[in-house]
């Protein structure tokens, strides 16, 4: 708290005390006697060639912090010789602290690299004790600009796979770049030789880097992490032509390949898949037959469903016996685990039906007071008998019959995986074979089957798994 000692000094002259109170601060922990408190405030005088970033990664701060504290409404514009007071300010934790997914093809390495600090901040940072453990979806939390004191120059943007007689030199001067900054980029001491197919990587188009075994050249996946219940998004692409196939906890991976050298894949993570880390294993075939094999660590998350009681009246008891509902799901799983090579939807889906949600994809479901030992299937859409149901996106009719369970049912293959299936309607509006388009009426909500009342029961399986079709509302696949 300030206080004013006297009317007759100058309130000019009391700011200058304070500010020369507070360089004298500065001056104490620039030569290390006396360093500003952790965590507390500091005064810094920008100096000549200094930008906002890098005062913000020196105190272990933000540029934006920085900004807010200083009234600078333009980050990139800053003053020899003007003070800045830097809240928050860390001495300690030199960096921009910032949260990091782990992508297929970070090491700790790629990423002291990337944000220029070392392997071993990052690694007591996040209490990472086995650098071989690291998983997609990992969140690591890293100081950008901890180690930027090296001074090493960004590498150029690319991953090259070296070449008979290739060396780091030569390949410097190929790519018109420092071999100095190339090699230490790659952890190298020297322009020495390399062998044949040694991956040099180098930043990406994300300007991060990734360290991927051959024969991939790039991989992604999206969302991460993985969560109970949602589809993943595989784009992959190979340093050649190939032909790939995989497993993701007990189920198969397709793959549509174009090009020859680039792969998607849709999957679905089950509803009862536990969290926590699973294996992603990779089968690629070169055209002479040769295999690659690889295995990725991939995290899932809970999908905190909630529960459900459902109680049918008696004339629906029979509907509960496993002599009607085995023979049910056995022709829903087989139709709906078709795998179609075209592909028929684009974008976003749009919704079935314009009732409000009565209940969400995945709660934990007892019926008439037993155990919680099913889920549901899909997204209940609440609405008035006969109103519209509309085909979210272009698709091919497979069925469309009544069912004792799913009354009125109609499934529309929209290929590469994708089947969505529409339960309980009053009328079945289209026939088998039928090509729809998104928009397209389809039926007309019902009660039909094991209802309680009227309403839509949209359902969708990807790669012969049910997920949730809310998340294709949301986010445009592949």
Sequence with gaps: MIRLLSRSVPLFTLLIALWGSAGSRLALAQDGSQPPPVGG??????????????????????????????????????????????????????GAPLTHRVAPGDTLRTLAATYQTTADRIAAANHITNPARLFIGQELTINQGAAAETGTAAPPRGLYRAQPGDNMLRIALRLGVPWRALATANGLASCGPLFAGQAVWLSDGDGSLRELPGPLAAFTITPTPAVQGQTIALHITTEGPATLAGTFVGYPIQFVTHDGNQHVALFGVHPFTAAGVYPLALSMTAPDGVQTHLTF??????????????????????????????????????????????????????LPSTGAITSQFGTRRAYNGGVLSTFHSGTDLGGAPGSPVLAPAAG????????????????????WGVVTGYWHQSEIGVRVGDVVSAGQVIGAVGSTGRSTGPHLHWEMWVGGVQVDPMQWVQQAFP
Excluded at 306 to 316: A, H, P, V, W
Aim: hydrophobic content about 40%; aromatic content about 6%.
């Design 297 to 350: 660590s991939v995290r899932v998350d809970d999908g905190n469903y909630s529960t459900e009681m459902i109680s049918l009246d008696t004339q629906q008891q029979d509907l509960l016996t496993t002599q009607v509902t085995e023979p049910e799901w056995d022709l829903v799983a087989r139709t709906m685990s078709v795998f179609t090579a075209q592909r028929y939807f684009d974008g976003l889906m749009g």
């Design 41 to 94: 405030m500091a005064i810094h005088v920008v100096q000549r060639d200094e930008t906002l970033f890098g005062i913000a990664m020196q105190y272990g701060t933000t540029v934006e912090a920085i900004a807010a504290a200083n009234g600078i409404s333009d980050p990139r514009y800053i003053n020899v010789g003007q003070r800045l007071l830097i809240p928050n300010a860390r001495l300690d934790v030199p």
């Design 396 to 415: 091919v009719v497979v069925l469309a019959e009544p069912l004792p369970v799913r009354g009125n049912a109609t499934i529309i293959d929209h290929g």
